[in-house]
């Protein structure tokens, strides 16, 4: 009999420990066999990453700017100056919310719904139940007239509350030495030094340098087979997190009744789409509130995200291709959700074109 209960607590044990290992071996990607960047990036030809130099080559000279694009960890197109460092405007906004994972993983805020009023905002009631989680997803509802989560707008002061409640309230430390810090996207070994504007925390950096971040994204938080933060922050967030049933903010005046200003734009501009397709400052290829029939992108696939900034400072990511194509001050248009004669949707057709294996 005792026997027979030491051999079911070892079976016990065994299962555990598996389950451990299970455990371990999902909030992780590291694979020995993917490639990452050290000092410089490493070039291939298109060819040797399955690719076509002659649309890569095309697509580069419609986007203009400056711009990369990378396959598999490797570099296969670059045009313009990869040295020059600008300002990345909204594709940096993506960037506060991987700061927020961070945050949480060091026990600073208790997780994506901790509360803003309680690090010290003096919030009006109706904005008490504000939430990281609202500040991410432009549904917070400061500076308009709905409470957080009623209402999608495309708020740069809700961005601004954002950012000055990482840096100022949960990191207490400047930008660049959150951002820079040895345990965080200082891993990233940026090539060209990330600097951030003196008035607004919006990143100058290089091409080749908001390149590795897009590459951190894509690799869902490892680098050089360390995982920084654990896979199921991306499993879990990157993709929409705004209800496609979400109505848009009402007609009204911005009420910035803390006076913080604004991160670059109004409380309600830009876009008028969101709901369905935006979650976490990121933009995924979805159906919306605003075009049922239609994903963002109609003619590409469904995994396609981007950052998308002001005055073309884009990044498209493309998960399932291993694929990040990094634009600065392209010629992208306007984003309308939903139309095939969109640029945005003909650009990335465009590139996913380019790719000649079997894996489109």
Same mark, same amino acid.
């Given at each position: ?9 070892? *079976? ?12 371990? +071996? /999902? %909030? ?39 711009? +990369? ?55 009006? !009631? ?28 495309? =708020? ?12 100022? /309230? ?53 680098? /050089?087979?360390?995982?920084?933060? !654990? ?12 209800? /496609?049933?979400? !109505? ?32 976490? %400052?990121? *933009? ?12 963002? *992108? ?14 073309? =400072? ?17 010629? *992208? ?6 139309? !095939?004669? %969109? ?18």
């Amino acid at each position: 009999m005792s026997y027979s209960k030491n051999k079911y607590k070892t *079976w016990i044990l065994i299962v555990f420990l598996c389950l451990m290992i299970f455990n371990d +071996c /999902k %909030n992780s990607i590291s694979d020995h066999n993917v490639v990452f960047p050290s000092d410089h990036w490493e070039f291939v030809s298109p060819a040797d990453v399955n690719l076509d130099s002659v649309i890569l080559d095309s697509l580069a000279n419609l986007l203009g700017g400056r711009g +990369c694009i990378l396959r598999s960890g490797y570099m296969v197109k670059t045009w313009g100056d990869q040295a020059e460092k600008s300002d990345w405007m909204s594709s940096v906004k993506p960037i506060f919310s991987t700061l927020l994972f961070f945050a949480i993983e060091e026990g600073k805020i208790n997780g994506v719904h901790q509360k803003i009023y309680e690090l010290g905002w003096d919030l009006k !009631p109706k904005d008490r139940e504000m939430e990281f989680y609202h500040l991410a997803n432009m549904t917070s509802g400061y500076a308009r007239p709905e409470k957080p989560g009623e209402a999608w707008a495309y =708020n740069d002061y809700a961005i601004q509350l954002y950012h000055m409640s990482l840096f100022d /309230k949960v990191f207490r430390e400047k930008p660049i030495h959150v951002l820079l810090h040895p345990k965080r996207l200082g891993v990233l070994q940026f090539e060209d030094n990330i600097s951030f504007r003196k008035d607004k925390p919006r990143i100058y950096a290089s091409v080749r340098d908001f390149a590795r971040i897009a590459y951190f994204w894509l690799r869902k938080g490892n680098w /050089k087979h360390e995982q920084l933060l !654990p896979v199921t922050y991306f499993e879990k967030y990157m993709k929409p997190q705004t209800p /496609k049933t979400l !109505p848009h903010t009402q007609r009204a005046e911005t009420d910035d009744y803390l006076n913080i200003g604004s991160f670059g734009g109004d409380s309600d501009h830009f876009t008028k789409y969101g709901a369905g397709i935006y979650g976490f %400052n990121w *933009w995924f290829n979805s159906t919306g509130r605003l075009h049922p029939g239609q994903l963002t *992108w109609p003619d590409v696939t469904n995994d396609v995200i981007m950052s998308i900034g002001a005055r073309g =400072n884009n990044t498209v990511i493309i998960p399932d291709l291993d694929l990040i194509l990094v634009n600065a001050r392209g010629n *992208w248009g306007r984003l309308e959700a939903g139309d !095939p004669e %969109n640029t945005y949707n003909k650009y990335i057709r465009f590139l996913i074109k380019a790719v000649t294996d079997d894996d489109k």
